[in-house]
């Protein structure tokens, strides 16, 4: 359905909304027939505009580390275990 430039202009987020969620949306000008196309139709997912940043320590070997963390935690809970 072809809808005039003037109506497009009034509703004119109601349609660039359906357009995203890909239902057709044309309007005529001077006889001119223009569809309305979402550059990227997917919808992008906030976890794809995420920006790596650059860690704290970047000589630390971060595997080690955890089992370092996990051995230490692991020590005091046996030893508050132990003194129950």
Do not use: Y
Not at 15 to 26: H, R, S, T, W, Y
Not at 62 to 77: I, P, S, T, Y
């Amino acid at each position: 359905m072809d809808i005039t430039i003037t109506k497009f202009r009034r509703d004119l987020f109601r349609l660039a909304d359906q357009a995203i969620e890909g239902k057709l949306v044309q309007f005529v000008h001077k006889g001119v027939v223009f569809q309305v196309v979402p550059e990227k139709t997917k919808k992008s997912n906030k976890l794809d505009r995420l920006v790596g940043q650059p860690t704290l320590a970047p000589n630390t070997d971060l595997l080690q580390a955890n089992k370092d963390l996990a051995a230490d935690m692991e020590a005091a809970w046996l030893k508050d275990w132990s003194e129950i």
